[in-house]
């Protein structure tokens, strides 16, 4: 059984909470804001899979989970090697 992380004890950067505001996903153009890059950047991580953080579909669009941004964003281990 995976040893998940606590969302509630992740520190969410500040320019990240007001993206956010209190959701646990955000759409392609918010999260590429929040990093800094091109909402193109983070589609291709999705199609090619190679990214570091993944996103989910919801009604077929990408959303992206703010606790993987936040952790991204701290230098933290994401994905597989964060859990």
Do not use: Y
Not at 61 to 67: C, I, K, T
Request: glycine share 10%.
């Amino acid at each position: 059984m995976p040893n998940f992380l606590d969302p509630a004890k992740i520190q969410i950067p500040p320019g990240l909470a007001a993206i956010a505001a209190g959701r646990d996903h955000v759409a392609t153009h918010e999260a590429a804001h929040a990093l800094t890059r091109k909402d193109q950047t983070l589609r291709k991580w999705a199609c090619l899979g190679n990214g570091p953080i993944r996103p989910v579909r919801v009604n077929g669009r990408l959303m992206w989970s703010v606790a993987d941004l936040a952790r991204l964003l701290n230098g933290e281990p994401v994905g597989e090697a964060g859990q």
